[in-house]
Structure formats: C-alpha cells, structure tokens
C-alpha cells in the first residue's frame, strides 16, 4: 500500500511546486506523510462540509485545490472557522495535501482540462508567468525494458510536444561494458567484456520536470548502473502561465456557445455580457478567479472570455473593446480540473488497494 509521501512525490511531478506563485501555501499542509494511504478525496475547496465528509469516509488524506490554511495560525482556539477545520483533521489522523496555482499553470491541470470540456484547442497560456529551458535526456536500454523505461519518463513528464506526450526516439546500437568486481550486471559476467543489443532512447524535457524524469528512468533501468546523456537545447522555451488562448472548432453564435457550456459544466446559470448573436471562435479561459486579466484575454483577440468572479466594471471594459464575457462561477471552472485529477490518480494507482473519490 503506497504511503502519503508516494502520493506527493507524484502529485508533485505532475504539478512542480516551483510553478506556484511565490507566498502560495501549497503542499501537505497538515498530517504525516509517512502513514499509508487506502482512502483518498480528492477536492475543490476545504470547507466545513468537505472536512467532514471526508472525516465520515475515513480518508487518510485529502487532496485540494484550496488551501485551508492560507496564513500562520497563531492558536487552534475552538470556534474559529480554521482551527476548527484544522483539530478535526488532526484528531482524525486526516492528511491535506494542496496543489494550488501550481496545478492552474501545469499543463494538464485546471486550466488545459477546462478547455479541452469546452472544446477550445490549439491553446496556449493567457499570460506569462515561466519560462523552461528544454533539454533532451538520452540512455541506453536493453529491448526488453526499452518501452517501460519510456513510459515511466513519460509519466514523469518527459516527451511533451505541444498537444502530444510520449514523444520519443529510439535506434537500436551495440553496447560494450567490463563489469568490476563489486558491480551487479543485469547481463554479462564480472571482469569479462560484454557486448549486447541496446536502444538508444531519447526523450525532450522541460527543465521544471528533467530531475523527475531521470529519477523515474533510473528507477524502471533494469541496469544497476545507468549511463545516460543530458543535452541542453536551443528549443523554444516552454511557457507556463495563467488561463489559455484557443480556438473552437467553427464559429459559434455567442448565446449558443454559453448555453454548451451551461450544459458541459452542470450549471444553472451563466453571467453573459456582450453581443448574444455575434459569433465567437477564439477563445480565452481561466478558470477560478480571472477578472483582473480580461485586458490579457483582449490583447490575445479573444472573442469571449471564460471566468469566475468577474467585476462589474471589468465587464463593462471588456465589452468596450467587443470582447464578451462568460461568469460561469469560481468553483464551476476549477471543478473539471479536479475531478480529472482524481481520475489520474485512479488510473496511477489501478490495482494499488486504494480507493479514490471526487467529493463535493
């Protein structure tokens, strides 16, 4: 049964701490990362009724978008809203875990899965945040464990391309070796020249995930000693930001694409500002709290913006330049992002014993 800290390790592959805002209270925020984890939720928010449920389901850790603790407590006197929250968990042996705008930013997280329900592709950030160096990782694998290497540097987050994961190249060679006296070889004798058939494999690497792929190649090499390559490239850098700029796939009367989203979303109602007949193609989103970067969304020629907790007056500057804006809730565009977590996990760790629920 994996413990708490596998979890992390994991989550934080997916969503580098790095790419959260500095001052964002993201990580275990409470509980011991050494305990085993059988029952996980996996959640938007940390409110009272979150807590409890998850309490009533006997998790031993949650997993949330929101912190729960967003400044030092100075006591956990009872009736204060998040002390409160806070004893439960902790009499309960209840661990949190937060991935905040460091899972707005990743790619795959709240914002990439919000505009993949929505239809809009061909994205791109909103905004500007981080820049990543690519380098191109390199080793060399004996056929057999040539694609669980690859897969497991995948996983990682090595061979992203644009749209495309697993990106990868590999060609077959002869490699040498004479095993020392204290070595392990998986083939070969000790202190006899050896020759075997071995794939050249090499996979791209943003920088912020290079240290999580060569640690998972390493891990799945069958080789107790893996030799490997790290070239830095002159690629483009890969750029993290808040929200994303697409495209739908034809142009869509504006009230029509709301009411889509109304539907794809689960929600009864929409705020939407701006010309109902005109039609919309490109789009830009973010999801959660958006409104103080709808001038990004018009400098990017978006046709309509997609957000929560929109400003009054934002609106009224937004539809000035012709851009129309879609209100559909804070919580209503982050909880896509969530729940398609909470599926990763289950897909991860199919056949571990755990069991991981999305709860509301």
Known sequence: MPIIADIIEQLNNWAP??????????????????????KICVCVDTSPKIIDRAVELKADLIVAHHPLIYAPLKSLQAGDPVADRVTKLVK???????????????????????????????????????????YKVVTFVPEEAVEGVR??????????????????????????????????PY???????SEVDEYRLEMICAES????????????????????????????????????????????PLEEFAEKMRVILGVKYLKVEGNRTKPVRKVALLGGSGSSLFREAVVAGADVYVT??????DILDANSYGMAIIDAGHFETERPGMMALCEKLKSNYAGSGMDIEYIE
């Open 17 to 38: 701490p790095e790419l959260a805002d500095d001052g964002d209270p993201i990580g275990l925020q409470i509980g011991d990362h050494r305990r085993e984890a059988k």
């Open 187 to 193: 083939v070969g004798d000790v202190g006899k020249l």
């Open 308 to 313: 929560g907790d929109t400003k009054h007056h």
């Open 92 to 134: 309960n042996d209840t661990a949190l875990f937060v991935l905040h705008t460091n899972y707005d930013t990743t790619p795959g997280g709240i914002n990439d899965v919000l505009a993949e329900k929505l239809g809009v592709t061909g994205c791109s950030p909103l905004t500007n945040r981080r820049q990543d160096t690519f």
């Open 151 to 184: 897969n497991a540097m995948a996983e990682a987050g090595g061979g992203r391309i644009g749209q495309y994961t697993h990106c990868s190249f590999r060609v077959n060679g002869t490699g040498s070796f004479v095993p020392l006296p204290m070595a392990d």
């Open 209 to 252: 995930w290079l240290d999580s792929v060569i640690e998972a190649m390493i891990e799945k090499h069958p080789y107790d000693e893996v030799a490997y390559d790290v070239y830095q490239l002159a690629n483009d850098p890969v750029i993290y930001g808040y929200g994303r700029v697409g495209i739908l796939a034809k142009d869509t």
